[in-house]
């Protein structure tokens, strides 16, 4: 809502922020003689004329009863892959939109006064003053919720894209105006993107009030909390620095307006419950004199925890998944913000998507995923992998596990009709994948070459417990680039004292095996989790003295790998 009709006109009528708006004339009106600026001589006369015609039934109004904010705007944009509609097409939708929101509703001769502008070939903007000609004011309320349905109808009646149906869950997205401020600053998310995503990695495994706002503080935003009378903390908002009004005072939001997950109620709920007892698992980095926990324990911590988090995802109860789910964002959100270069992109891209996964209306239980929430403290207070090859390689094994937690959230939200919240897990799971063929390859490449070493008699019996343990998969991995990193990894499993047949069929039994891009792939990093082996296999002595040329252990055809659904990795 606004309180200026000419404002607004003279924005869709003009040339744009950046010359964007091309031909901007009217497709529809209230009235088919209402006047169209873009198709007169003398644009800013007509622009008063259609602005007086349109503000009439409020100045109509008494000047104590008219409403502060009057203007009312929806934008209705086709997708890019959309055929080009005609002014025609385009008007039958905007009357559509002014009957379905309460606008201007079918056969109602008293409804309020309307207009629709095209000014670029994929969208219109639909401008309305909401006082009623007979002096009441239109009744709009859920007018959003009601231009989604309609909206949605018309993707059908038109062959559009499809967009999934929302469920109330969603954070509130920018305002064009917001948009257009950050284009015109060269930014590529918005402030209340870029506020939402840093609290959303501050509130990461958090414990306390006192840590949250610290973290907050340390990410160099400026944060003022609301307190009642009594002392208590009520609130929170939160600004960038640079993010200011007219004025030149900074642009507050508070948490809920961020997402309803990051008021100040809903993050307390994170910590509700926590024993005070301290943790007796964390591995921390003595030798340096520091209690903090190296970063290479807390990857592998997180891994261990987002794979139960996968297993009681496939069978446990739906509060229960929801509350994983939600703690499997503040992991990403933690390992975004821990990130080494040449992934950080990718895991704040699929952190980012997979916000919107982490909520819907089955109420989250958050005592059952304690393990998550510790892992992504453990991740945060780990810090980032600072170049060391096992910080790396435990990325690659955190960052292949979590891409398992996201696809299960993605196949969990689609079988209860959460449409929203499925597509943004399977848009994290392909930037998980790319984050993933950034990370692994120099630590599998490790792993490969130290196969491809090891003696013909060694190779033959990696052989056997392969073809021991999964004799339906066998073929297929021999074909696998990623056999000898296999083979290489059975050898350390047996070395470390594990029966490799054994322990390979364990692995082999769970879930999203036969989905895998690289089976073999999957496989190592799972042995190397159960079998507590270092990712970084470059610091393990090598299997065999002699290096005879290898040979690929396969007898027969591989057989013909099946296609993969479409959110495999």
């Not at 708006?21 to 529809?28: E, G, Q, T, Y």
């Not at 790396?392 to 979590?402: E, K, N, Q």
């Not at 013909?456 to 074909?479: H, N, S, W």
Request: proline content about 6%.
């Amino acid at each position: 809502m606004g309180d200026s009709t000419y404002g607004l006109l003279d924005y869709l009528y003009g040339p744009g922020k950046a010359e964007e708006h091309i031909d901007p004339h009217l497709v529809a009106a209230w009235d088919s003689l209402a006047p169209d600026p873009g198709r007169s001589p003398d644009l800013k006369s007509t622009l008063r004329d259609l602005q007086i015609l349109l503000d009439q039934p409020v100045m109509a109004l008494p000047k104590s009863e008219r409403p502060a904010e009057h203007v009312w705007h929806l934008s209705v944009r086709a997708a890019p892959e959309d055929p080009i509609l005609t002014d025609e097409q385009w008007a039958a939708i905007a009357g559509r939109m002014v009957s379905a929101t309460g606008i201007a509703p079918d056969g109602d001769d008293a409804a309020c006064r309307w207009a629709a502008v095209r000014h670029a070939d994929d969208h219109i903007h639909i401008i309305a003053t909401v006082v009623r000609h007979d002096g009441r004011q239109a009744r709009i309320r859920r007018d959003g919720a009601r231009a989604q349905a309609e909206a949605r109808q018309i993707e059908i009646d038109y062959g559009l894209r499809r967009v999934n149906t929302g469920d109330g869950t969603a954070a509130k997205g920018p305002s064009s105006a917001e948009r257009h401020k950050a284009n015109r600053q060269g930014k590529e998310r918005t402030p209340r993107e870029e506020l939402r995503e840093t609290v959303r990695r501050a509130a990461a495994g958090v414990t306390s009030e006192k840590e949250f706002f610290d973290r907050l503080t340390a990410a160099g935003l400026l944060v003022q909390q609301r307190v009642a009378p009594s002392g208590d903390l009520l609130g929170y908002k939160v600004a960038l620095s640079d993010d200011r009004n007219e004025d030149q005072e900074p642009i507050y939001y508070s948490g809920s307006t961020l997402a309803p997950d990051l008021s100040l109620p809903r993050i307390r709920e994170r910590w509700a419950g926590n024993t005070s007892e301290p943790d007796q698992d964390t591995t921390t980095d003595r030798s340096s004199g520091s209690d903090r926990i190296r970063p290479a324990d807390a990857r592998r911590q997180a891994t261990t925890a987002s794979w139960q988090a996968v297993l009681i995802i496939d069978q446990g109860e739906d509060g229960q998944i929801a509350g994983l789910i939600a703690a499997g964002g503040e992991v990403l959100d933690a390992l975004a913000k821990t990130s080494a270069a040449h992934t950080r992109r990718e895991l704040r891209d699929a952190a980012f998507a997979f916000e919107r996964s982490t909520r819907s209306h089955i109420r989250a239980e958050r005592i059952h995923a304690r393990g998550l929430r510790k892992a992504a403290r453990d991740l945060v207070h780990g810090g980032p992998a600072l170049g060391r090859v096992e910080d790396g390689a435990t990325t690659a094994m955190l960052i292949d596990m979590v891409f398992f937690l996201v696809t299960a959230a993605a196949q969990w939200h689609a079988m209860k009709g959460h449409a929203q919240q499925a597509a943004a897990a399977r848009q994290a799971a392909e930037h998980l994948r790319a984050a993933y063929q950034a990370a692994a390859p120099m630590y599998l490449g490790v792993m490969r070459d130290r196969g491809r070493r090891m003696s013909l008699p060694l190779q033959r019996k990696q052989t056997a417990y392969l073809r021991q343990a999964v004799p339906e998969l066998a073929e297929q991995v021999f074909a696998e680039p990623g056999w000898y990193a296999l083979a290489s990894t059975l050898a350390d499993v047996e070395r470390a004292g594990h029966d490799p047949a054994a322990l390979l069929a364990e692995a082999a039994e769970r879930r999203e095996l036969g989905t895998a891009e690289s089976i073999s792939d999957v496989l190592v990093w799972r042995l190397r989790r159960m079998a507590a082996l270092p990712a970084d296999a470059s610091t393990l002595p090598e299997h065999t003295t002699t290096a005879p040329t290898p040979t690929r252990p396969a007898t027969r055809r591989p057989t013909k790998r099946k296609e993969r659904p479409a959110n495999s990795r």
